[in-house]
């Protein structure tokens, strides 16, 4: 039911070119280090002995390198949890409302042949609905019904915002258009690359359509009326400029402002009645009655080619292939390569497209976390995000470049950083106003993905029209939901978020060492925390609020240091021709990886016997990866991260342990002299 396409998760269109060596910046920090590009086994040496001392990636993962295999490290830890879920999910759920609902659904989910025989049956149900609407009445109760409506389409649609800056205990919640087939500059001014994005999308709508009934000439009249009223979207959008107060709006305001549409409506039935402020698009929210009045059947097409568009992926696997071979791509495009086998590939894509992205996040990580999650796991991860906080307090105490007033107001920030392991607020997850017919009832997997969104537009209203408080993680919030194999940090609250799904081997197991703790998720978690004080971290305060808090003269001293940053990493070279690495892009994530290393090294001094060359090891095991050179070319011209073998021998070459471990001297391929160093913290 997913296809090839969406599996391999398509990224921006990048045509990659390069020319030069990208040697220009060396000088700056003496010769660049001549490490090889581990991440490409095939320029890694066959046989030959690699030292520590300098080429440390290439040397710790040699033997995967030469294994084969495709995934190490973090992106191992992505496919065994893609592996574990998909078993979990394949077997016997229940014993609760949420597990009862899940379980329907991942029946309709997992059954190809079930979807098979119903074909496009199920999305005609919703297409015929929206095309019985011949008037703006018909329209208006069509989009204020979610029973008829449960993707909560219409020509306005709310978008969480943020915290109000006013009243921090309040959401803001903005009214926008929904978001286009196209982008929104193709309706003004098409370039070439966006023609072909456009004829790609006709394809699409157009074998669509004819799948649910429409003639082609039917069928080609609803893409371009779903395109004029998208034209309309685009031509109105009046971008928010000034204060809260200015853009911000009460219901009685909003009431005299929409000239009729049925805005208040449409909010109240989905559950928005109790808010008195909203953020609208207020050029579009004048217009859109009278647009609606005018072309009824303008509207109609373009809900029909919404709903075709986000329910199709529901389809079987038959219908999805299809699909894949009307919409090939014209011209090459550079697309985010597969991170591995695609078996795994399929399975990763369903879970992430049909559990973790939308309100089964909830039920399917709270029955995950009481099926594999330990209280040792809890315990340990609780106790070395608290170590690790602590220590970055005596970090900032030695920061010669902080002012006295700069170090005040850091230790206020981290002081008041929140930490939130593995599991969610789960007594605020209500499943009951969820109900999926089942397999047996005769239902759908359109319709219960259908039914799913609805239930989770409802949880979204419920959400934003309660009080905000920024202690909660609340599993009603999917962007934010457990089953990431990740950790975050939310500048928007201060906090750490250590996810369910990265406490997974070989990321995480039960009675691991502590050397090998802090190599792979004392790495990632330090990382985070660290984001709390970079660029974009210092702009927030202690409360989640935007307060840049950093002095003035402390902010020239730390924004001259990450230029340096930049600029160090601006003088790799992985690959012959590779050009010029954008150093400036990878700077905070190049920041952060360095304070993630320095924490841990930190709690290691209050270890007794602390094995520092299995601890150094960990680190390079956490970014294992076995890309092909064109693969590598992608993220080099891409990736806000540094490359993975970046991460290790750009990263550890910044601090004495590491020479102090394995020897390293002047000369060597890992040896940073002291003043070209360019950690911050």
């Not at 040496?45 to 495709?70: H, K, L, T, V, W």
């Not at 019985?132 to 409506?149: A, G, M, V």
């Not at 930049?566 to 304070?595: K, L, W």
Request: proline letters at 4%; one cysteine or more.
């Amino acid at each position: 039911m997913i296809s090839k396409r969406i599996a391999a998760g398509a990224c921006a269109l990048l045509l990659l070119t390069g020319c030069g060596s990208g040697q220009g910046l060396s000088s700056a920090f003496g010769s660049a280090p001549r490490w090889v590009d581990s991440d490409v086994a095939e320029l890694v040496p066959a046989g030959g002995e690699m030292r520590p001392q300098d080429d440390f990636a290439a040397y710790a993962n040699y033997d995967f390198i030469r294994s084969g295999e495709r995934a190490g490290g973090l992106i191992a830890t992505i496919a065994n949890l893609t592996l574990r879920v998909d078993e979990m999910l394949h077997g016997e759920i229940g014993g609760s409302k949420g597990a009862d609902e899940l379980n329907k659904y991942c029946e309709l989910m997992y059954d190809d042949e079930y979807a098979a025989a119903q074909g496009y049956a199920p999305l005609k149900e919703f297409t015929d609905d929206i095309g019985s609407i011949h008037s703006t009445q018909e329209l208006y109760s069509f989009i204020c019904d979610p029973e008829r409506n449960p993707l909560g389409y219409g020509l306005l649609v709310p978008y969480e915002a943020s915290r109000s800056e006013n009243d921090p205990t309040r959401y803001m919640v903005m009214l926008m258009g929904p978001e286009p087939s196209l982008t929104q500059s193709m309706y003004t001014n098409m370039t070439a690359s966006e023609y072909e994005d456009k004829l790609l999308n006709d394809r699409l709508m157009e074998h669509l359509l004819t799948n649910v009934g429409y003639d082609a000439a039917g069928a080609k009249k609803v893409i371009l009326n779903c395109y004029e009223t998208e034209k309309f979207l685009a031509e109105n959008t009046v971008p928010l400029a000034g204060t809260e107060d200015t853009f911000t709006v009460t219901r009685e305001a909003l009431d005299e402002l929409d000239k009729g549409y049925p805005t208040l409506q449409f909010l109240d039935s989905w559950g928005y009645g109790s808010l008195d402020s909203f953020i609208p698009d207020k050029g579009l929210v004048k217009k859109a009655d009278s647009f609606c009045t005018a072309h009824p059947d303008k509207v109609r097409d373009f809900l029909i080619c919404r709903y075709l568009e986000e329910l199709y992926i529901c389809l079987d696997s038959a219908n999805m292939d299809k699909i894949e071979a009307v919409t090939e791509p014209l011209t090459y495009i550079s697309e985010e390569p597969p991170m591995f086998e695609e078996e795994i590939m399929g399975k990763y894509a369903r879970i992430d497209t049909f559990i973790n992205s939308t309100a089964m996040s909830a039920p399917c990580a709270q029955l995950y976390c009481g099926t594999y999650i330990t209280d040792e796991a809890r315990t340990r991860l609780w106790d070395m995000t608290k170590d690790l906080i602590a220590k970055f307090g005596i970090v900032i105490d030695e920061q010669e470049w902080l002012s006295d007033q700069g170090k005040a107001a850091a230790h206020e920030k981290l002081d008041a950083m929140r930490v939130h392991v593995i599991d969610m607020d789960w007594d605020l997850a209500d499943y009951s106003g969820l109900n999926i017919t089942s397999k047996a009832q005769g239902g759908s997997f359109v319709r219960a993905y259908a039914d799913v969104k609805r239930f989770e537009g409802f949880n979204t209203a419920a959400r934003l029209s309660s009080p905000y408080d920024i202690n909660v993680w609340d599993p009603r919030y999917v962007t934010l939901n457990t089953m990431q194999c990740n950790s975050v940090y939310m500048p928007g609250n201060n906090g750490i978020y250590i996810f369910a799904g990265i406490v997974v081997d070989p990321m995480y197991h039960d009675g691991m060492t502590d050397e090998e703790l802090l190599g792979h998720l004392g790495y990632v978690v330090g990382h985070e925390i660290t984001h709390g004080f970079d660029i974009n971290g210092v702009e927030y305060d202690g409360q989640g609020l935007p307060d840049p808090w950093l002095p003035l003269e402390d902010q020239a001293a730390f924004s001259d240091m990450s230029s340096d940053v930049g600029h160090y990493f601006s003088s790799m070279h992985p690959y012959d021709n590779c050009g010029i690495y954008q150093g400036s892009r990878v700077t905070p994530e190049a920041i952060a990886d360095m304070g993630g290393i320095r924490l841990g090294l930190s709690v290691a001094k209050d270890i007794g016997g602390f094995d520092y060359d299995r601890y150094f090891r960990s680190v390079a095991e956490t970014w294992q990866i076995s890309r092909s050179l064109d693969e590598e070319k992608y993220y080099f011209a891409s990736d806000e991260h540094p490359l993975a073998y970046l991460r290790i021998n750009a990263v550890l070459t910044q601090f004495d342990e590491f020479y102090e471990t394995y020897g390293v001297q002047e000369g060597d391929g890992m040896y940073t002299a002291p003043d070209k160093r360019v950690r911050i913290w």
